[in-house]
């Protein structure tokens, strides 16, 4: 590679690339086209975005800092370097947030009847409810602590909700500390409904906040209270779980999320109106500086206002609904014709356009019909509530041969996996974690049903006949409604043989077979990709037409990174559907001149990863689970699927890539230096990618 193309280094940074996904975000909640209360949720989904950016990302640029604080990323910066760069980019995004909900947002959802009475507002009805409210709700249980020798700084939890209380005078027992803490349970609600006739507005709401100030010198009698400042304490949320040490993974990891609430401080949010000093004293307690304080104007949790969203019943405010659709040979009346269907041919589905509902059916087919003898199927994130985990549990206690591989380590849903592994196992089902050190992110399902060899034929002989589906998104119901997916069906005997042995490494011992159409982490995804990659250069360079098209929620992986660079150096064009980070820099002369790359931020979340290659026409489409990042390609189990069915290889093409290629509405353009821009549409020729694909598939 010469170094004179590159500007600053070939590669970008990744927390700087998360953030910069989280302007693209935040521009929807700025967005005068969009339905109000979306745009609200768009505000929301960046602060839960923010958080987990705390809690994982930050936290360990910090742990890099105190233990290798000399070692270089990948992007040339020092742990110092990034961490000045990301917080610097943080305060300007939460001040922009805060700036967009007081100016903006409030305004215009007081102007459409939804209202937010903070106590500047309140008039005498408004405060009296309130105190009645907290007199009844919430002062029984508080617990004020005063801080003295004998009631030290009490430990805060991760994310909850916190008050500093000044004050000034003596207690009964003559103690004047003047400072208090009272930690808001989190069993009280952040955001409260008030009743239209108290309110004055069809949807007034009150913040736990503002009760909390009205009326917290009613925890002090005597006591003349100076200030109450809110604050919100966030702490490293990554689980450490010694691979080497443990014997049984569940019993660690139930130890680990004990404590995950304590873990080393990240960032403090306060009131921008809370005293320098009681800010320094919040620092020093949780072993912060100046520039992991983050001053807001308004509540220290956006979060907690996507109840809005979900509580005021106003559709002209919100997007409007739909009914995803069905594939046109979707024809079942039984669980036979499930079978019978996917027999005859592969079928695609494509959510949240296309509804999940086959896929639970498939799961409720294979759970009672009396000719399947065995179900596996792989868990990695599917809520508390889910019918599929239900039909797993019923196939279970009607004696299928139940086998479920459950990502214990699927961050954030570790408690729930663990309960769902309880509970198949008390019914009798095979339940494995996967592989030690190998997150299981693959999204298999396999169905084992025994069948004649000629249905028509009463003497036949009987046979073991596979199916599978392979998906790139989750098992999980709600999300589907969310999220864009592929998923497959499929009865090909390689397919479903390579998915059997896929399972046989998962639950056995033995070494990896080698497979027929599946490309596998941590065995061979990432060598088939950059093979595929090389192929595509080698037919450049032959003068045939090469082209790579890409997409997937993030591209971190070095080795990847480099051989897109040769390609495009190549002649390769090579045109790059990012949703989140990016570390590849496109558009540098003589180094990735070919190379686009644009983020799509929309309705819908963009999730599922499409990698094609032209490879001399013959047109290699492949599914997967796995973005091109080093923890998919080394750490985790993952599968890339292809299309083999040239009408469904089509509709990949067209609905998973041109579709956003040529979007105008939603699609961000990637600059070379890792910033971005709307893509601006010629004339009226706006065009989104999204509504067009609700428009051909949903009813």
């Not at 508080?142 to 000034?168: Q, W, Y």
């Not at 130890?255 to 109106?273: F, T």
């Not at 059916?361 to 019918?387: C, H």
């Not at 190379?595 to 490879?615: T, W």
Request: net charge neutral.
């Amino acid at each position: 590679m010469n170094a004179l193309h590159v500007p600053d280094h070939p590669l970008l940074n990744r927390e700087l690339g998360i953030l910069e996904f989280n302007r693209r975000v935040l521009a929807q909640a700025h967005d005068r086209t969009l339905p109000l209360l979306e745009r609200l949720r768009y505000l929301c989904i960046v602060s839960s975005n923010l958080d987990e950016f705390f809690e994982i990302r930050v936290s360990g640029i910090l742990e890099q800092m105190r233990q290798a604080p000399h070692m270089r990323g990948t992007d040339g910066l020092l742990p110092r370097e990034a961490y000045q760069e990301i917080s610097q980019v943080a305060h300007e995004l939460v001040t922009e947030q805060y700036q967009l909900f007081n100016q903006v947002l409030m305004p215009a959802l007081e102007r459409e009847g939804v209202f937010f009475h903070l106590v500047q507002t309140w008039e005498e009805r408004h405060a009296q409810w309130a105190k009645d409210y907290f007199q009844r709700e919430v002062l029984p249980v508080l617990t004020p602590i005063g801080l003295d020798p004998a009631h030290p700084f009490p430990r805060v939890l991760n994310k909850s909700l916190n008050f500093a209380v000044e004050m000034t005078g003596r207690d009964a027992f003559g103690r004047d500390s003047g400072i208090a803490i009272v930690q808001a349970p989190r069993a009280l609600p952040r955001l409260i409904k008030v009743p239209p006739e108290i309110s004055g507005y069809p949807h007034g709401f009150m913040m736990l906040t503002s009760i909390m100030q009205g009326f917290v010198g009613e925890l002090f009698p005597g006591m003349e209270v100076q200030g109450c400042y809110q604050f919100r304490l966030t702490r490293n949320s990554d689980l450490y779980v010694d691979e080497e040490e443990i014997t049984n993974l569940r019993d660690a990891l139930k130890g680990e999320l004990s404590q995950r609430h304590y873990g080393d401080s990240v960032r403090l949010e306060i009131h921008e109106s809370t005293p320098e000093p009681m800010a320094r004293l919040l620092q020093h307690e949780f072993g912060l500086q100046r520039e992991d304080c983050y001053r807001v104007n308004g509540p220290v949790n956006l979060v907690r206002l996507m109840q809005v969203v979900d509580w005021v019943d106003r559709p002209d405010l919100k997007f409007p609904s739909f009914t995803p659709g069905l594939p046109s040979n979707w024809n079942v009346r039984d669980s036979a014709d499930v079978f019978h269907l996917i027999a005859k041919q592969d079928i695609l589905l494509h959510q949240p356009y296309q509804s999940f509902d086959p896929v639970l059916q498939f799961l409720k087919a294979a759970a009672t019909d009396p000719d399947v003898v065995a179900i596996k199927q792989t868990i990695y994130r599917t809520g508390n509530q889910s019918e599929l985990m239900e039909a797993l549990l019923a196939a279970a206690r009607g004696g299928k041969e139940v086998t479920v591989v459950v990502e214990l380590m699927a961050r954030f849903d570790e408690e729930t996996n663990i309960n769902w592994a309880a509970r198949l196992e008390e019914v009798g089902a095979h339940v494995v974690y996967g592989i030690v050190g190998h997150k299981t992110h693959a999204k298999l399902l396999m169905v084992v049903r025994r069948e004649k060899e000629n249905s028509r034929d009463k003497n036949s002989k009987y046979h073991l006949r596979r199916y599978a589906h392979l998906g790139t998104g989750n098992y999980h119901p709600r999300t589907a409604r969310l999220y864009t997916d592929f998923g497959l069906f499929t009865a090909n005997d390689e397919l479903t043989a390579d998915v059997h042995e896929v399972f046989q490494q998962l639950t056995g011992l033995g070494q990896a077979n080698r497979l027929h159409q599946l490309w596998q982490s941590p065995f061979t995804l990432h060598r088939k990709i950059l093979q595929a990659i090389k192929q595509e250069s080698q037919y450049a360079k032959a003068g045939k037409k090469a082209l790579i098209m890409a997409k997937m929620n993030a591209l971190l992986e070095p080795e990847v990174i480099q051989a897109l660079y040769e390609a495009s150096q190549a002649g390769v064009k090579i045109e790059l559907i990012v949703r989140g980070v990016c570390a590849l820099r496109p558009g540098v002369p003589g180094l990735s001149e070919n190379i686009s790359v644009r983020s799509i931020v929309g309705r819908f979340l963009e999730h599922h990863r499409i990698f094609y290659f032209h490879h001399d026409n013959e047109q290699l489409v492949y599914l997967s689970s796995a973005d091109w990042m080093d923890r998919n390609f080394f750490r985790r189990v993952e599968v890339a699927f292809p299309i083999l069915d040239k009408k469904l290889k089509q509709r990949v093409i067209e609905e998973g890539l041109r579709a956003h290629l040529k979007d105008t509405a939603l699609a961000w353009i990637m600059n070379h230096d890792g910033s971005y821009s709307r893509r601006k549409a010629r004339g009226n020729a706006r065009y989104s990618g999204q509504e067009s694909l609700l428009s051909q598939l949903s009813l």
